[in-house]
């Protein structure tokens, strides 16, 4: 037995960020390095577009199902976000969570603020482009959206990025690798947190050491 006994829940990860800013794919490769982490998929009322996967990328709904999911408070969060609905399915989340495994909800910014006053112990992480100028650049090459698309979704970006300090964390997306490693390091240091630490485990050779050592100090302060 360990020293210490830690909460073996597991923990909801919130990543958020504008379109462009690659948070997809830093979720996938930290997924790809911690294969206790689970991400939960999303459903959404958008098309689908030539490069999606159902049930895989999202779990694509008509506007009209969705609609009846949220009267049958089926989502934990949900959110309109230009022209379509996206929300997140609550109920395997706390599955997941109570099994020890982490899950990572990929959320637009009013979705992370509404999880937070649910799960407010939840980790928070803001995943930010370079510059505006790159973001834009991001945006247009992957040729998905009509030029209004683009606009809109510029727009909200630059009203997403004001709202960071929403957040526990930012990592800037300059780098790939570099914004990987930040997010694993992210990660790695929330399993370290002191509050996670349910009990403090001393066996008698432990006890002993320490009566031993006070013994010595008294004797010390003694001469």
């Known amino acids: 037995m360990g020293i210490i006994k830690q ?15 690659g948070k997809g794919t830093i979720i996938n490769r930290v997924l790809e390095k911690n294969p206790n982490t689970w991400l939960s998929i999303s459903a959404t009322s958008r098309k689908m577009r030539t490069n999606d996967i159902k049930d895989v990328t999202y779990h694509f709904l008509t506007e009209e199902e969705f609609l009846q999911k949220i009267e049958d408070g089926y989502f934990l969060e949900y959110n309109h976000y ?18 020890g495994i982490d899950v990572i909800l990929e959320v637009e910014i009013n979705g992370a603020q509404n999880i937070k006053k649910l799960i407010p112990e939840a980790i928070f992480i803001f995943i930010m482009p370079p510059s505006l100028e790159i973001l ?7 040729g998905t959206d009509s030029e209004e698309k683009i606009l809109e979704r ?13 957040y526990n964390y930012v990592v800037v997306n300059d780098d790939l690798e570099e ?26 050779n432990e006890e002993e050491v320490h009566e031993g050592l006070m013994e010595n100090k008294k004797f010390d302060n003694s001469k």
């Open 7 to 21: 909460n073996q829940r597991g923990s909801v990860i919130v990543i958020s960020g504008p379109s462009g800013s």
């Open 82 to 99: 230009v022209g379509s609905y996206y929300g997140t399915p609550k109920d395997i989340i706390f599955e997941k969570i109570e099994a």
């Open 136 to 142: 834009e650049e991001r945006l247009r090459k992957r």
């Open 154 to 166: 510029f727009k909200i970006a630059y009203q997403e990025m004001n709202e960071v300090t929403k």
């Open 179 to 204: 914004a990987i490693a930040k997010v694993n390091a992210i990660l790695l240091a929330e399993k370290c947190r002191v509050d996670r630490i349910e009990e403090v485990f001393l066996n008698n």
